[in-house]
């Protein structure tokens, strides 16, 4: 070789786009950890991207295990089965699987709704789900991300007030029953008693039996 020719590019720009990239990447991984509330993300291929210490909590299972995952795993330490669930009807509406929630809502490109899980953990759980699309810089849906609220507490609290409203209710239409049964056995006996001793009484004012007649009218009194 008579020579060695060779190019030279400023690759700064694309450096700092990069870094700033992984800073975001860095701080949005930390915000989700930091939420108090179970989420999870998937991408458009329903692989988890996302899997916060939070879900860690509520599934027993670690993000390790979890990330990278698809074909509807992320179910599977919720409903025990792949199936689709909330977070997949962001990127694809299915109105059998929405009906599996109760009071479920969709709110612009939004949706949340409540699902009783009978065995998560080996307890029965109420969790409220809200779900939501992922977008790139250009607007582009990416993914779907859900955060999931545990409502056991708050749901099992209602229940037993509806039960101790229930029992309170029939208690009281009980003792309504037996009061109307106790006043109705007791005024026929008691207009007696009234009826006779005003007979009585007046007999007894006739022919000047005075304590005979205050006590028949202690008698009416009582009565």
Not at 26 to 32: D, F, K
Not at 74 to 103: C, F, H, M, S
């Amino acid at each position: 070789p008579q020579y060695v020719e060779g190019t030279v590019e400023d690759v700064t720009e694309r450096k700092r786009t990069e870094q700033k990239l992984r800073t975001s990447e860095r701080m949005l991984r930390e915000v989700l950890e930091f939420l108090p509330d179970a989420t999870f993300a998937i991408d458009t291929q329903g692989q988890v991207t996302v899997w916060n210490q939070a879900m860690e909590a509520l599934t027993g299972v670690p993000s390790a295990e979890m990330l990278g995952k698809g074909e509807y795993a992320y179910a599977i330490p919720l409903y025990g089965q792949r199936r689709p669930i909330l977070v997949d009807l962001v990127l694809q509406p299915n109105d059998e699987i929405a009906n599996r929630y109760t009071d479920f809502r969709r709110r612009g490109n939004r949706l949340s709704g409540e699902a009783y899980v009978p065995g998560i953990r080996g307890r029965e759980a109420y969790l409220m789900g809200t779900a939501a699309p992922l977008f790139d810089g250009d607007g582009n849906i990416v993914g779907a991300i859900e955060t999931i609220r545990d409502m056991t507490q708050r749901r099992l609290a209602e229940k037993e007030l509806e039960r101790a409203k229930l029992q309170a209710e029939a208690a009281s239409r009980g003792w309504s029953v037996f009061l109307a049964n106790m006043s109705h056995d007791l005024r026929t006996p008691l207009n007696t008693i009234i009826g006779y001793g005003e007979v009585l009484q007046d007999e007894a004012a006739e022919r000047g039996l005075r304590d005979m007649a205050r006590d028949i009218q202690r008698i009416r009194s009582a009565g």
